[in-house]
């Protein structure tokens, strides 16, 4: 690799657990947004389809390290790991992914500053006030005369065309 040449890109190391075949409309539409949005936020995965004839050693690893829910025989799909570490199966996909914690469910470094949310920007300038205080506070009586003034000319303008 020369000075010119563009670094490799990373091995995908994030593995989607899918099922090219399953006949359940939600797990279909797991699947699909998982890697939609990966890959929209430029993070390389690779997709492991189950269901594929010859998968049946990635099924069994998929099954001994993923969590199922109560009432389920085995995990299924989509299931998310990092390597051989377990992230985590859709709904906690999509809680990170609303938190704007995907990365770190991911286990992956951050590309982008985590916003701040709403909330804590509203504390932050909040905290912001006490030191800038003084300065609106002296600017207001300097505009309240201001305001007085001219409400007491403004009778004074109506009286003569009252009169007139």
Known sequence: MGEG???PAP???IKIFISGNSGSKEITNSQHRITMILKSLGIPLKQV???APGTEEQRDVMR?????KEGQRYPLPP??????????????????NED???????????KTPKAVPAEEKKEEDAEKLPATEGAPTDAAPAEAPATEA????APAAEAPAAEA
């Open 5 to 7: 040449e563009p670094a």
């Open 11 to 13: 091995a995908a190391d």
């Open 49 to 51: 389809d189950i269901s």
């Open 64 to 68: 001994a390290g993923a969590k199922k």
């Open 79 to 96: 299931q998310i790991f990092n390597g051989d570490k377990y992230c985590g199966d859709y709904d906690d996909f999509d809680v990170a």
């Open 100 to 110: 704007d914690e995907l990365e770190e469910f991911l286990g992956i470094p951050r």
């Open 150 to 153: 001219s409400t007491a000319e």
